[in-house]
């Protein structure tokens, strides 16, 4: 049989699956999206999956070129499909006696939860409904099948207001004295789906569609389009998810899981996807519909017997009030975790005790559970050791990598729901995601709380610190996205009342408000009024385990940008082999030496500069001190000043006053000095190597300091570290010439006095077009070069990074830049630029040094790149070194 490659060539669109057929498998999750190919792979290994067929994402593609419109040719396959589930089932689609139900659901390449739609039970009419009643024997189940479809296709397809069909089911069960939708009775259900109607009518300007061809062709449509909506757009965004992709479309034979006690619908994890823990975690609910678990509309109830006594929950797990299912369940999961060799994210549904599956992928997991289930799989024989390094997302790893709650101090526990995604986080409480996204971009942690959140929301819930929901369940929207994100959630607490148009919480007779201060233990479920202390995490176990197995397998080496003791101890104590880029400035700009700095600037000769200067050297050389002890023996990249002067002189008329008095000048003095200074365009200004060349002084102090410094520590702990002193912004040879003359000097000043030498380098920062084109004749004095991504993508795309935001999110969004060029690296531009420079340089000096200390540095795409043309290094800030360290692993692999 022709692979479903090999079909898409021939022009083909749709593929079966179910029912001894499978036209697709596992590996066509391009073409079938992930959805698709998984469920033509469990029909082919048996599993009991209800047949149906696959629209492909070659089609979404084609939908949107030609109009949004079907070919003919494509709806004579779908027809054909729809023989296919009719020939395995005896059913007939639109046969008012037995009628065929299907479901449409979408299907990306990469699952993305909740972010495009679902519609259920489609084929439902008023003539069909009567069938579906007299066929099941449950004119109930019948008549809140139909309720249930043309709500969800009035909302997805008709795009009707989802909050009015919402309301006139509550007024339905209030006006009766119900609290759930079960307890509505057929004739009740059948007064609501004529209310259905009629809102229909009312909203939509027609009767509700009772053609069912017309009803799929619309769902079909609809969930194509879903695949441009905001939502989904934004959850692309977040995930480097290319728009260019599209979306497959499954249609399925529906199987009820609302047909009376002996049916039910779930969702599962073959291992806990919280904390990797190989034990079965999930939750179901009797007589619903999967969408009521997914949603968070109910409650679920526990998979298993030990989750519910965890949890001192009541209501019986499936292991006991279903025990011959849940044990057909668990063989299914055997089944799937030896046959993908990964933790799978499972739906299914039991109709009248028949268990059916409906979906499997790779499950989404926290940092914590990922090296732990890679670990232990690796461990266990199912996969290898380098399979296990490449199965962990290396941005996933920034989960681990900060703070979680002090279990010693005090807190103000208000309230508790559940464990929904680990972590924990503070912030100020917000009510609506838009509020979360303005407050969070103004620099405010935030909370987002809500009764429950939909796809909606994925804006809102990215910018929060951490989420909390009323309502909803632990495999809710709320939950899975959250862990996706790697975002502290707390879901399903239900003692919280929250007003979101009031803006307050209430909760045990307290009230906490918009802007009040709350904190949540995703790991405990805990709601707590106000801040809570944080502890360091421990990073040892699995955690220490994986990156061990990465370190063997990566060839970059990993450093870190710090200049500070404590920035180089907690980069040395994650892994670092040294610092990629001390920026000095930083520590030109300390208090208790600014006045120093400004008494530099404003002296009217060389002979005030140097006296000025003298004040510095001891308190630069403490700086470098205390690097090179916590790095001792390590390679440590210090750049020379680099900002324009102006930078360190007041700006506001109120200060001129205050600073003159402090560095002793006139304040009139003071601000002509400032008025000299001044730059239409700092960044391409006086800076860098253009200060060392007109003020040769400054870096003579500099050089002074770092060996000084670098004997001083060597003596005291018999272990020198290896200085490289970089020179920022040289665009020419003779830039370099002039000022490692400078250094040199410097350093055999120092040596000759202290009667001792250490190893050094004399480098430069490539951050200029014109240095990454001219590097063969820079390499002939520079012994090393330093890639700064952020000034070199800067001047190569003539961008602002301070003023990009204000457009960048709409190129990314056209497709102009395929990711913001400042947080992965512009491979085709600037990455060029960097291919020639590695290039041009190795080829004057083979033994040339090359590393990166931009943001990128950091960037698992962007170190990808590194490993490919070569570098030694990438250099990253302190928490993103285990990030890094990761990523130089698994690009090492995928270079093999």
Known sequence: MATAAQAANDGQYVYRFGGGVSDGGKGDKNLLGGKGANLAEMASIGLPVPPGFTIS???????YDEGEQFPESVRAEVANGIAHIEEVTGKRFGDPTSPLLVSVRSGARVSMPGMMDTVL????NDATVEGLAKGSGDERFAWDSYRRFIQMYADVVLELDHGAFEEALEIAKEDRGYTLDTELAADDLKALVDEYKGLVRQEWGKDFPQDVHDQLWGAVGAVFGSWQSERAKVYRRLNDIPGTWGTAVNVQAMVFGNM?????????FTRDPSTGENAYYGEFL????????VAGIRTPQYLTRAAREAAGAKPASMEEAMPEVYGQLADVFQTLERHYRDMQDIEFTVEQTKLWMLQTRSGKRTAKAALKIAVEMANDGLITREEAVARVDPAALDQLLHPALDPDAPRDVIAKGLP???????GKAVFDADTAEKMAAAGEEVILVRTETSPEDIHGMHAAKGILTARGGMTSHAAVVARGMGRPCVSGAGSVAISAKDKVIRVAGREVR?????TIDGSTGEVMAGAVATVQPELAGDFGTLMEWADGVRRLKVRANAETPHDCQVARDFGAEGVGLCRTEHMFFDAARITSVRQMILAEDEKGRRTALDKLLPEQRADFAGIFEVMAGLPVTIRLLDPPLHEFLPHEENEFAEVAAAAGVDAEVLKRRAAELHEFNPMLGHRGVRLGVTYPEIYEMQARAIFEAAIDVAEKSGEAPIPEVMIPLVATKRELDLMKAVVDRAAQAVFGERGREIEYLVGTMIELPRAALKAGEIAESGEFFSFGTNDLTQTTLGVSRDDAARFLG??????????????????EGVGELVELAVERGRKTRPDIKLGICGEHGGDPASIAFCEKVGLNYVSASPYRVPIARLAAAQAALQAR
């Open 260 to 268: 009376g006690d002996t049916s039910a619908t779930g969702v599962a």
């Open 810 to 827: 709409a190129y990314v969004e056209q497709g102009i830049y395929a990711k913001d060029p400042f947080v992965s690296l512009d491979v």
């Open 286 to 293: 009797i007589n619903a519909q999967g969408e009521d678990v």
């Open 121 to 124: 039970n489609l084929g439902l």
């Open 57 to 63: 994402t070659a089609m979404c593609t084609r939908y």
């Open 514 to 518: 918009e802007g009040d201060i709350l």
């Open 420 to 426: 929904a995604s680990p972590g924990a986080a503070s």
